[in-house]
């Protein structure tokens, strides 16, 4: 079975701070991890995916297969960073299921 | 690129009508499209996955005779809820995929609203 965790339901920053989002999975084959965005009022939108291995927005994440982790991170978060972040997990098969996690509301404090 | 619409975007109906939720992807095939529920501050929970052309394959929990899904081309995807009721109330996401694979993108969601 594949889980994602996420520990964080909350998390407040103030602008200019280091934010970093936790995510921890579970899954037995190589898995794809993602990270969603969730804006007010806006639909789901894909945010990284590790494979990419690119920055969007200031963002990053690395899978770290030893730790089962896919962290977010920006160096130093703005105001407009404040939304509902989700790290989403497909597995091998299934036509890429996504496994979501409980999702982070991140606020970033002027 | 890569827009998914979602229609309609909210619907108020009686207990006992049947409701059809419809998702297309606007400039883009999809082969595959997934089905989602999303309670009040909660995560999405994957419903099914609708294949163009064949049955949909649903997640263990949900019943199959409730909610409809055909997927009968590799733009559009429908959802129906059938003889709704209240506790059917709740925020329903689509997403497709590109054919020959990429990551999901996601409609807008309906919410759906049963008297």
């Known amino acids: 079975a594949q889980r994602v965790t996420q520990p964080e339901k909350l998390l407040s920053v103030f602008k200019g701070a280091p934010v970093e989002l936790k995510c921890n999975y579970s899954?037995?084959?190589?898995?794809?991890l993602f990270w969603y965005v969730q804006y007010s009022r806006q639909r789901l939108q894909l945010l990284l995916r590790?494979?990419s291995r690119e920055s969007i927005k200031g963002f990053t994440a690395d899978l770290n297969k030893g730790e089962t982790s896919f962290h977010l991170k920006k160096p130093f978060a703005q105001e407009e960073d404040s939304a509902m972040y989700y790290c989403a997990l497909a597995g091998g098969t299934s036509y890429g299921k996504l496994t979501f996690g409980q999702g982070t509301i991140l606020t970033v404090h002027p | 690129g890569a827009v998914v619409s979602q229609h309609p975007s909210w619907v108020i109906c009686k207990s006992g009508t049947s409701v059809k939720i419809e998702c297309r992807s606007l400039?883009?095939?999809?082969?595959?499209m997934f089905w989602y529920r999303q309670f009040p501050k909660q995560s999405l929970m994957l419903m099914a996955t609708?294949?163009?052309?064949?049955?949909?394959?649903?997640e263990q929990g949900v019943e199959k005779d409730k909610f409809l899904i055909n997927h009968a081309s590799l733009t559009l995807s429908t959802l129906t809820v059938t003889s709704a009721h209240p506790e059917d109330s709740s925020f329903y996401i689509c997403?497709?995929?590109?054919?020959?694979?990429?990551?999901?993108?996601f409609g807008d969601g309906t919410r759906l609203s049963i008297l």
């Open positions: 899954y037995s084959g190589s898995p794809e």
């Open positions: 590790h494979i």
């Open positions: 609708s294949n163009e052309g064949s049955k949909a394959t649903y």
């Open positions: 400039d883009f095939q999809a082969t595959t």
């Open positions: 997403s497709a995929r590109v054919t020959g694979g990429g990551p999901q993108h």
